[in-house]
């Protein structure tokens, strides 16, 4: 079992950075593969960026790649979003989420944990 929770989003204004955390509970962290979702009102549950285990296999939404850059810390259970040049458009509630796969899938299916959410909202 795995329980994730995330750090408190927040209102930010478009072009500011937000720094995201998800801390997982269980000894087998470093194991899983971490990812972040989001869901914007009325839009189906989108993913972010995910991150395998050692770090070395890392993938995008590619509309995000050039502003979200995922980490995960193995030694402290923790997986971080950095999200730059914001936009109204990233206003969703982001979701921590953990799969126990060898690699990073964008379908929310092959995720088994997830997080209870946290709300962004980027302001114009």
């Known amino acids: 079992q795995v329980q994730l929770v995330e750090s408190r989003g927040g209102l930010v204004q478009a072009g500011d950075s937000l720094l995201l955390s998800c801390t997982a509970s269980?000894?087998?962290?470093?194991?899983?593969?971490m990812a972040w979702f989001r869901q914007a009102p009325g839009k189906e549950r989108e993913f972010v960026a995910g991150?395998?285990?050692?770090?070395?296999?890392?993938s995008y939404q590619p509309s995000l790649k050039a502003r979200f850059t995922i980490s995960r810390d193995n030694d402290r259970n923790t997986v971080r979003l950095q999200m730059n040049s914001l936009k109204p458009e990233d206003t969703a509630v982001y979701y921590c989420a953990a799969s126990y796969t060898d690699s990073v899938y964008s379908a929310r299916t092959w995720y088994d944990y997830w997080g209870q959410g946290t709300q962004v909202t980027v302001s114009s």
């Open positions: 991150v395998n285990w050692g770090g070395d296999i890392i």
């Open positions: 269980g000894r087998t962290f470093r194991t899983y593969v």
